[in-house]
């Protein structure tokens, strides 16, 4: 997460990063990158070589370490987030940033877009170009930092 930390603070000022977010107290992910019509929710692997699956379908890599399913965390975080009210009218995509150098994933099908290191900056610096407004996303925010809220209801 260290290295992705450093493409996320060359964002325009208008985009809101939230470093582990969590909704709840078992909901969370490593970061979610919220800017005009669109929230990245992601989930960070610091690896690179090969990925396979074991039976149950969890991540394999070399050596059989266990990377479990970074897709699938982010892939429910993003779904719960785009349930609920705050991010009415936002896309909100699951995303699984592999940081530390090439990738061969012959996992199953992912349920989040797999960006590999090299793609990283582009992921995150092309949807957001400088210069558009600001969106209006306190609810969002606080609900994702675990504000006083409870549950997936909007504060009244």
Same mark, same amino acid.
């Given at each position: 997460?260290?290295?992705?930390?450093?493409?996320?603070? !060359?964002?325009?000022?208008?985009?809101?990063?939230?470093?582990? /977010?969590?909704?709840?107290?078992?909901?969370?992910?490593?970061?979610?990158?919220?800017?005009? $019509?669109?929230?990245?929710?992601?989930?960070?692997?610091?690896?690179?070589?090969?990925?396979?699956?074991?039976?149950?379908?969890?991540?394999?890599?070399?050596?059989?370490?266990?990377? $479990?399913?970074?897709?699938?965390?982010?892939?429910?975080?993003?779904?719960? @987030?785009?349930?609920? &009210?705050?991010?009415?009218?936002?896309?909100? !995509? /699951?995303?699984?940033?592999?940081?530390?150098?090439?990738?061969?994933?012959?996992? /199953?099908?992912? @349920?989040?877009?797999?960006?590999?290191? !090299?793609?990283?900056?582009?992921?995150?610096? !092309? &949807?957001?170009?400088?210069?558009?407004?600001? /969106?209006?996303?306190?609810?969002?925010?606080?609900?994702?930092?675990?504000?006083?809220?409870?549950? @997936?209801?909007?504060?009244?």
């Amino acid at each position: 997460m260290r290295r992705l930390v450093g493409v996320l603070e !060359e964002l325009p000022d208008y985009v809101t990063v939230i470093l582990r /977010p969590a909704m709840g107290w078992m909901l969370h992910a490593d970061c979610c990158v919220i800017g005009p $019509g669109r929230v990245l929710v992601i989930s960070a692997v610091h690896w690179k070589g090969t990925i396979a699956a074991d039976k149950d379908g969890q991540w394999l890599g070399t050596g059989y370490t266990d990377l $479990g399913r970074p897709d699938r965390h982010a892939a429910y975080f993003a779904q719960r @987030l785009a349930y609920g &009210p705050w991010a009415r009218g936002m896309e909100v !995509e /699951p995303v699984v940033v592999f940081t530390d150098g090439p990738v061969k994933f012959l996992g /199953p099908k992912p @349920l989040a877009t797999l960006v590999f290191w !090299e793609e990283a900056r582009a992921l995150l610096l !092309e &949807p957001f170009p400088p210069g558009a407004a600001p /969106p209006d996303v306190a609810d969002l925010v606080q609900l994702l930092h675990g504000g006083k809220q409870h549950g @997936l209801s909007p504060r009244g």
